[in-house]
């Protein structure tokens, strides 16, 4: 009984192009990943602290975390993630790691977890400057384990929480530019929040991809399609 071969898609030929070059990156120095900026919420630098996101393990535990929503105008495979913090006192520092996690989204809040990343370290902790009221304030990136695939016109959230001992507190800085709108748990219970988060996102962009990936397709279509010689047999599988 022959077996129907499974088609490949330009989709899938994309997808796997985008994560393999995105693997290659380092190997090759950078040079094969370019990186363009999905979306962007920048601080907003009217107001220095921010909202608490914090597992501090040495008092409240897992309590504060603060989210934001963000939607796409066309899919995206995030490989970075840049966000703005803050210190409440001047005795900063001791993040231990951060905990990244995409969330899906249930009537305006965030529900199911996605994806989750682990990173260990302070995410390139940057110093920006002093923003008032005791405040200090710090630039975050990091480049995730794997990639988060995220679908156009789809909402989904983002939370960042730093494992650190308080004092001090850390939040996570106001932005602008999105929809006035993030969450915070406290807690078990989480709601929503008028104002934005200060983060951005970015996706691989190979400078050679749309080539590889239109030559890929040509030859995949002109091997599944070469013509038969009249005294060709089958071979099991083909149509």
């Not at 682990?118 to 480049?143: K, M, P």
């Not at 106001?174 to 988060?197: C, H, M, Y």
């Amino acid at each position: 009984m022959n077996a129907r071969r499974p088609a490949v898609t330009a989709l899938m030929v994309h997808g796997m192009m985008i994560a393999a070059l995105w693997m290659l990156g380092p190997i090759w120095g950078g040079a094969a990943v370019a990186y363009t900026v999905v979306y962007k919420q920048p601080v907003d630098v009217r107001f220095p602290g921010g909202y608490s996101s914090q597992n501090a393990p040495n008092s409240f535990g897992d309590f504060l975390q603060a989210f934001d929503d963000f939607t796409l105008t066309k899919d995206a495979s995030i490989s970075e993630v840049e966000w703005e913090g803050s210190y409440s006192d001047v005795s900063i520092g001791g993040i231990s790691r951060f905990k990244v996690t995409f969330w899906s989204d249930i009537a305006g809040l965030p529900g199911n977890a996605l994806q989750t990343f682990d990173i260990a370290g302070n995410a390139s902790e940057q110093f920006v400057g002093g923003g008032g009221n005791d405040f200090i304030e710090f630039h975050y990136a990091t480049r995730l384990p794997s990639l988060f695939l995220a679908s156009a016109d789809t909402t989904y959230w983002l939370s960042v929480q730093p494992t650190l001992d308080f004092p001090p507190q850390w939040f996570w800085r106001d932005g602008t530019g999105g929809d006035n709108r993030s969450a915070e748990r406290i807690g078990s219970d989480t709601s929503q929040v008028i104002t934005d988060r200060a983060f951005s996102l970015s996706a691989p962009e190979p400078p050679t991809l749309a080539l590889f990936a239109t030559g890929s397709i040509v030859l995949l279509v002109a091997t599944r399609r070469r013509p038969k010689r009249a005294n060709e047999i089958p071979q099991p599988g083909e149509i």
